[in-house]
């Protein structure tokens, strides 16, 4: 009868051990998530948009203080984002995090304490997948000095 009850109780941890790796096999078997999959759970990418802000007599890069600059808005599917205007005459880059994937427009624009000073002439359209995307080039700003 010990040896039974031996049996049993040998045996019981290993069941137990064997039933939880089944159950984290089965639980994580249903929860992938992958890059190339655009229409999957947890996909939230990136809308990298860089632009520069140049001279319209010269075509040379200035900076915001030099263009009289504040805020660069960039719009997303006719969502306004207004983003601080950085110091310094090089390209700048924004990243907007988006909440789905598919067709994107977006539109650039330059204000100085409130008034328009330059934009995109044309808004820009793009497919955005599950990794993202970039625009190729800078956004380009002319500005009337």
Do not use: H, W
Not at 17 to 31: N, P, T
Not at 77 to 83: C, E, F
């Amino acid at each position: 009868m010990t040896t039974n009850r031996t049996r049993t109780i040998t045996k019981t941890p290993l069941l137990v051990a064997l039933a939880l790796a089944f159950g984290l096999a089965v639980s994580a078997s249903g929860c992938i998530i992958s890059d190339n999959d655009d229409t999957g759970p947890g996909c939230f990418p990136d809308l990298v948009v860089s632009y520069v802000i140049l001279n319209n007599a010269t075509n040379a890069a200035i900076s915001c203080a030099q263009a009289g600059a504040d805020t660069v808005r960039i719009t997303v599917n006719g969502t306004p984002n207004d983003y601080v205007c950085n110091t310094g005459a090089a390209v700048q880059t924004v990243t907007i995090p988006l909440d789905s994937t598919g067709s994107v427009t977006v539109f650039v624009e330059l204000f100085g304490y409130g008034q328009s000073l330059s934009s995109v002439n044309y808004p820009l359209t793009v497919n955005v997948g599950c990794s993202g995307y970039q625009l190729p080039s800078p956004a380009e700003l002319p500005v009337v000095l």
